[in-house]
């Protein structure tokens, strides 16, 4: 029983949880991610830490309303408790002091990025972050980005705020403008990463992608989150999640991810239906009745 | 190696004894079975228990004793059950053997006890395994396990993974009086046998009781802990003040072939695709959240031919596939799967395509697997394992139409542990190196056994390592020598 310490809403369908997971907090680094399994009968999902704070014991996650658990989840307050977090999985970001990191968050994928740009800065490089997002009110992070920022440029995709375009308009712009860029760590919807790659590979500067890929046990065992990386098999959440964005096969990543649509529009349907009834008892929510932590 | 059946609780004369054919294991029907995830083996009644171990010779110098791993004291636990005392018999078992009612299930006894069976020199051996499972089940329905009742010693010891090796060592120390804690990477204990076993050979009950009878002696379990990435094995045994350590982590990553088309939709690795459905209950979506995909009237296959394959698409023909193939690339004797779980198959109507090998995975051209390009093997010369290796015959290609295909060619080594443990020895393929004796790592203090020392074996081989390991694990926190 991992408890719920905070949880607000930071955008129409993103909420941001502070959890109560000691042994995690001690341990993360920027770019790892822990399993959650919300309640009994859940689903095991990967999440990115946002950051987390070793004295109080705890870890805070962003997520975004998409399907059932990531709704279940929203639906989730203080006091609840999720059954199951594990971690800090997979390999940290590579933090070294490079000189100019562009650091490009798309969506909820800037509350990913965050840490690993609090990080560059912290240990002495040139943070330019780009963040992106449909529109206005989906801009999370901004304040926070900007604090370890040197530079922050925002973007919406129908100009309701900031630039109207993509974070690769304006990265476009960074590099055509003669700027010295040493790195890009682009972190968010697969199509974002790899227009990030794409556009990046003609100029040969070295890009870092955080991929998402559908994981089980996240510790090696399974295999489901194999992606292809320079052609070669290798495991998101024991080799990753973090990947050279120009060896990256998206294709794979994308039809791999769309391997359970079918399954996971009528998980959803199922969920909406649910809730929408009048008899329905919200049961779904975990008692924090159980032992803290993974004491079983 | 003469029978001494004179001072035996057994009045029959030997040649009595081996006149008594082997007692079937009542088992449902095949037809029944393959549609449903209830448990093949129904288990003796207390008649059917007691007339086959009539038929033990209680040989003077057992060989069943000497070829268990955890040395399992057969003759004396089945000399109990001839007598009726099945409750003595079961505590005769957990003197070596705290899991019975799991191996008592899924053991290859043949390998072991009943493979050295006097018995099985004229006619079939002695039926050790279900005896075995016959006496804990009776034991766990009357629900009355002796605790032992032990001084605490004041060391404490970590033991990492739940799996069959770690319970093992969890179990025997917990009644030598240290204090033990088990840390489960997943979220519920039992490893392999939770997440890799089938419900119809091992019910997840049965795992449950056996846990709960470990609660009950004293073991702690704390789950969602990924040593190495949610606490080291120095921080165990430097912050929380762990005297001794014991890694039990067991198969690693899955392998796959490396042949065009694996990263296709409905290419599983077996581990995967088993964790689905016993872990996740992926079978019961969308009561369940955890999806797999729909195999209802689709044709299946496993590459394979181990137990873990076997388990897959006996699991997949449970699930409604149509067409259900085991692709091995050697012969039926080269298998190496459990003798039982081969018959308990070829009843159920898998379909088995031996000495045949994938060489692509083909697809619909959008992401999904359509079927496998296939060529068949003879067998050549021995190759390292010992096993005649089979050679493609030329222009023996041909394509079998499959919707799902789950790999299940072994796995290689988790590297979590060995890469945040310095100073911790592994060999060159990046299992753990130990001691084959005590199961002592190349760090002081810490011990380890089961897969991630040997590569993926078998449950018993696990438990006897860790039965190896508790009892040098003792003998270092009482003596403190290394």
Redesign the interface.
Known sequence: MFKIIKAEFIAPGIKRFVLEAP??AR?QKPGQFVIL?IYE????IPVTIESSDPARGTISIVVQSVG??TQMLNSFNSGDCI???????GKPSEIEKFGTVVVVGGGVGTAMAYPSAVAFKKIGNRVISIVGARNKELIIFEQEMRAVSDELLITTDDGSYAKKGFVTDELRQLIESGRQIDLVLAVGPIVMMKAVAELTRKYNIHTVVSLNPIM?????????C?V?IDGK?Q?AC?DGPEFDAHKVNFE?LV??N???RE??Q??LA?YQRSKAAPSSVNAEHEACAGAP???? | MSPTASKSLNPLSPKERIKIPRQPMPEQPPDVRNKNFNEVNLGYSEELARQEARRCLECAKPTCTENCPVGVDVTAFVELIVAGDFLGAAAKIREANVLPAITGRVCPQEDHCEGKCLLAKKVKPLGIGYLERFVADYEQRRGTHVLPKVPPTGKKVAVVGSGPSGLTVAGDLIQKGHKVRVF????E?GGVLV?GIPEFRLPKQIIREQLDYMREMGV???????VG???TIDELMNEEAYDAVYIGTG????Q?M?IPG??L?GV??A??FL??IN???AYR?????????DLHGKDVAVIGGGNTALDAIRSALRLGAKKAYVIYRRSDAEMPARAEEVHHAKEEGIDFQMLTAPVEFLSNG??WLTGARCVRMELGEPDASGRRRPVPIKGSEFDLPLSVAVMAIGTMA???VQSTTPGLGTDKRGYIMADSEKQRTTRKGVFAGGDIVTGAATVILAMGAGRRAAASIHEYLTTGVW
């Open positions: 042994r995690i341990k399994r009968e859940g689903e095991r059932k658990t059954s199951d977090v594990v971690g800090p999985l089980i046990d996240g510790t090696g065992m399974c295999g489901g194999r292809l098999s495991f024991v794979v039809q791999r769309a391997m359970y399954q996971e009528r998980s199922e932590g993974g004491t079983r | 489960e990477a997943l979220h204990l997440y702690e379990f704390e789950t969602d802990v990924v990435r949610t606490v198969a690693g990553l899955p796959f490396g694996e990263h939709n599983y690795s581990n995967e964790t689905r872990l996740m209950k979506f969308p009561e369940y959240d955890e999806p797999m995909l959008k992401g988790n590297p979590i």
